[in-house]
């Protein structure tokens, strides 16, 4: 046999031995198959020893003991507590380079997916960035372009959350045209924000919710720094409607009364808002979290209904430091892990109306996050400086954002180097 035949021939054995090896991989049932991991899913009433299997970037089987060989990757998530990818429903990630513009393409708000992997976020939600001129700017710059999944609130102010006077422009709050760009992203435009509006009236609430019921999405209101105040029992139970969230639950600031009183008793009408449906999210951010409101709230079993960050750099390196943190600090003050972990999965993917999220139902999209609870001494802190001591600590050891590992602390999915 000539040389060349010689080298045909073994090309032909090389390429049917490529075929056949090819075909035994794509013969595999599952992508990734996670193993053993405490399964907490919400939505569908799971918390328990479970196996998880991906195949095409959506959630294939979960289950008892499925075998190894039906996958490709097979992950153990032995001792470990696999959940939905996180929702991180009040977050700010406009970034932009426009000079004393806040958070509205400026330099204060973050991208997204240098924070939101290594904390377990799969999705989430810039509240009030753009509004509705610079919608389509946030879009090209940040949401067509991140591996995160982002999602916005628009502000009710038409040029978004730059600051200062701008934010004070009733002029500039217009319900309708608010709503038709929100009606132009359904799914992708999720609510309507108000943040920051300091004069003694109604007028910007009654906007907001104005463009919010044109639209048919929430609202989400951060109140106060009226002189004098306006009353957030009316807020609740008159302005907002059912569905509705008020965020820095857990906040004491300037311009309204705290949810937990002078006397550490919580507002009965918070409970009775919290009855009537309105939404009370945690949004930690850097000057609206006390311990002082958040233990005795939590002794008195007004709980958050979800838990976010208020991510920006006025936060990311204070206290709030990442939403597992603020996990962390729930699972600290006894909230049980799995409603640690509804109120980021499931809680504000109904929410915001995005119900395919948030839940490992078979056929949805195959966002995971593993989490470690580490036991010691640990302390955190709240944003006026001061510390809870704890003895529980989460950690985001794998995330897994539509089938596709994105994020693995400690390699829990990798192969070793030299085998
Ligand atoms: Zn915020």
Same mark, same amino acid.
């Given at each position: 046999?000539?040389?060349?035949?010689?080298?045909?021939?073994?090309?032909?054995?090389?390429?049917?031995?490529?075929?056949?090896?090819?075909?035994?991989?794509?013969?595999?049932?599952?992508?990734?198959?996670?193993?053993?991991?405490?399964?907490?899913?919400?939505?569908?009433?799971?918390?328990?020893?479970?196996?998880?299997?991906?195949?095409?970037?959506?959630?294939?089987?979960?289950?008892?003991?499925?075998?190894?060989?039906?996958?490709?990757?097979?992950?153990?998530?032995?001792?470990?507590?696999?959940?939905?990818?996180?929702?991180?429903?009040?977050?700010?990630?406009?970034?932009?380079?426009?000079?004393?513009?806040?958070?509205?393409?400026?330099?204060?708000?973050?991208?997204?997916?240098?924070?939101?992997?290594?904390?377990?976020?799969?999705?989430?939600?810039?509240?009030?960035?753009?509004?509705?001129?610079?919608?389509?700017?946030?879009?090209?710059?940040?949401?067509?372009?991140?591996?995160?999944?982002?999602?916005?609130?628009?502000?009710?102010?038409?040029?978004?959350?730059?600051?200062?006077?701008?934010?004070?422009?009733?002029?500039?709050?217009?319900?309708?045209?608010?709503?038709?760009?929100?009606?132009?992203?359904?799914?992708?435009?999720?609510?309507?924000?108000?943040?920051?509006?300091?004069?003694?009236?109604?007028?910007?609430?009654?906007?907001?919710?104005?463009?919010?019921?044109?639209?048919?999405?929430?609202?989400?209101?951060?109140?106060?720094?009226?002189?004098?105040?306006?009353?957030?029992?009316?807020?609740?139970?008159?302005?907002?409607?059912?569905?509705?969230?008020?965020?820095?639950?857990?906040?004491?600031?300037?311009?309204? *009364?705290?949810?937990?009183?002078?006397?550490?008793?919580?507002?009965?009408?918070?409970?009775?808002?919290?009855?009537?449906?309105?939404?009370?999210?945690?949004?930690?951010?850097?000057?609206?979290?006390?311990?002082?409101?958040?233990?005795?709230?939590?002794?008195?079993?007004?709980?958050?209904?979800? *838990?976010?960050?208020?991510?920006?750099?006025?936060?990311?390196?204070?206290?709030?430091?990442?939403? *597992?943190?603020?996990?962390?600090?729930?699972?600290?003050?006894?909230?049980? *892990?799995?409603?640690?972990?509804?109120?980021?999965?499931?809680?504000?993917?109904?929410?915001?109306?995005?119900?395919?999220?948030?839940?490992?139902?078979?056929?949805?999209?195959?966002?995971?996050?593993?989490?470690?609870?580490?036991?010691?001494?640990?302390?955190?802190?709240?944003?006026?400086?001061?510390?809870?001591?704890?003895?529980?600590?989460?950690?985001?050891?794998?995330?897994?954002?539509?089938?596709?590992?994105?994020?693995?602390?400690?390699?829990?999915?990798?192969?070793?180097?030299?085998?």
């Amino acid at each position: 046999m000539s040389v060349m035949k010689k080298r045909i021939k073994h090309n032909t054995i090389l390429s049917i031995l490529v075929l056949f090896i090819t075909s035994l991989g794509g013969a595999q049932e599952f992508d990734i198959l996670i193993k053993g991991g405490s399964v907490i899913d919400s939505k569908n009433d799971l918390n328990g020893i479970l196996d998880v299997a991906i195949k095409d970037g959506k959630i294939a089987r979960v289950g008892d003991n499925i075998p190894d060989n039906l996958a490709t990757s097979v992950i153990s998530a032995k001792g470990f507590l696999v959940c939905p990818g996180l929702i991180d429903i009040h977050s700010h990630n406009f970034h932009g380079t426009e000079p004393n513009a806040y958070l509205s393409n400026s330099f204060t708000a973050l991208p997204p997916d240098g924070f939101s992997f290594r904390s377990g976020v799969t999705t989430i939600v810039d509240v009030g960035g753009a509004g509705w001129k610079n919608f389509r700017t946030f879009k090209e710059q940040t949401i067509d372009r991140s591996k995160t999944r982002v999602l916005s609130f628009l502000n009710i102010i038409g040029s978004g959350m730059k600051g200062g006077a701008i934010e004070q422009n009733l002029d500039d709050m217009n319900p309708k045209l608010t709503a038709l760009v929100a009606k132009q992203y359904p799914g992708i435009i999720v609510g309507v924000k108000l943040a920051h509006y300091s004069g003694f009236d109604w007028t910007p609430t009654e906007r907001v919710v104005e463009a919010g019921k044109l639209a048919n999405i929430p609202v989400m209101i951060d109140f106060g720094g009226s002189d004098p105040e306006l009353s957030i029992e009316k807020l609740f139970m008159e302005k907002l409607r059912p569905g509705d969230i008020f965020t820095h639950a857990y906040a004491h600031v300037k311009g309204r *009364i705290p949810i937990v009183d002078e006397n550490g008793k919580v507002h009965h009408f918070a409970f009775r808002a919290q009855e009537r449906g309105i939404i009370f999210d945690v949004g930690h951010g850097g000057g609206s979290f006390l311990f002082e409101q958040a233990i005795p709230a939590m002794e008195q079993g007004f709980k958050p209904n979800s *838990i976010s960050t208020d991510l920006h750099t006025g936060s990311m390196n204070g206290g709030m430091k990442d939403i *597992i943190n603020i996990m962390s600090k729930f699972l600290n003050m006894k909230m049980p *892990i799995d409603e640690v972990i509804a109120s980021v999965t499931w809680n504000p993917a109904k929410i915001i109306k995005r119900t395919d999220l948030g839940h490992l139902s078979i056929g949805a999209v195959a966002d995971l996050t593993v989490l470690n609870i580490r036991k010691g001494e640990f302390g955190f802190i709240d944003t006026k400086g001061n510390k809870m001591k704890g003895d529980k600590k989460l950690e985001c050891e794998l995330t897994i954002r539509e089938g596709k590992i994105v994020y693995d602390l400690n390699g829990i999915s990798a192969p070793i180097w030299n085998e």
